[in-house]
């Protein structure tokens, strides 16, 4: 029988689930050992993922960069190779040919996450179905449940909202924030787990993640300020996709931030939708409840999705 082995790669921990083991080692990532080159950093995965790998191994990984799945092309990405000087990292081809007895499948966190939230949660009923992850960086995916696809432009993406500007009601200073790709404003500078501070820091509210929680427990005004403007960007991109699809019959929630703080950020987050402005909004409170789903900790398991990928769960389609 073929070994299986499942890696989630991600900026901070590179998992490796060989059967019931999962072993966690510290990512040879940018956001790890900062300023280190980006082959240096691609040279030192290599290494781990051959020492793994068992000969003749089936080795899914899920991806914590953007990602062409269908040829393992990874784009230079933030938090893990901190911007590849070419922007295009060959990833595939490079394991290929470091172990070419091993079957290596490359899925993009997302989709991995967006399987393992459809596995655990879609409905029969269900049509278009999606998920958000909101953690350090922050990208939403969708798939067409009638057909299992999951439909990418030219380039492989699909749902790289994070770098689209932030839809908000905040100040100016909120507005500007500068986020990591080196654009301004966008919904990554606002809403991702770094921002969070950073957007405390320009609304003059103290915050420390690890009692944040607890401040918005207790009711405290400024806490649940600060709530209130790191969901408002992603509330309104829901708002815009229910807008436009209205077969999109449900949205995971997921990532450290959401998970992190589930009820407060369930609570803030349907508040924000059912939140009727127009004749358009369709969203009542129990609508919001029936396509909403805030994700707990230990919902979504991506080493669980990437395995689903490559079983042909889902099938990234490029249109
Ligand atoms: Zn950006």
Redesign the pocket.
Known sequence: MTAAVSVDLGGTWLRIRSGDVIERVPSPSALRQPGVAADNLLQQLMDTLDRHAPHGAAVNISCGAALDEQNGVALGSGPLWGGAPTGEIPLLSMLSSRRPDVHWRLVNDVTAGLASFALGFARPTDRHIAYFTISSGIAARTAILTDRSIPVDHRGLQGEV??LRASTSAPEAVRTLP???G?IG?V??ISSGPAVQAVADVLEIRYDVDTFASSLAAGDPDSSRLLRTVVEPIAELIRTMIALDPRLDRIGIGGGVAEGLWEFYERELTGQLAETRSYADSLTPERVADIIHLCRPGDIDTLAGADAIADGFLRVTKI
């Open positions: 994070g770098h986020c990591a790709c654009g966008h990554s500078s």
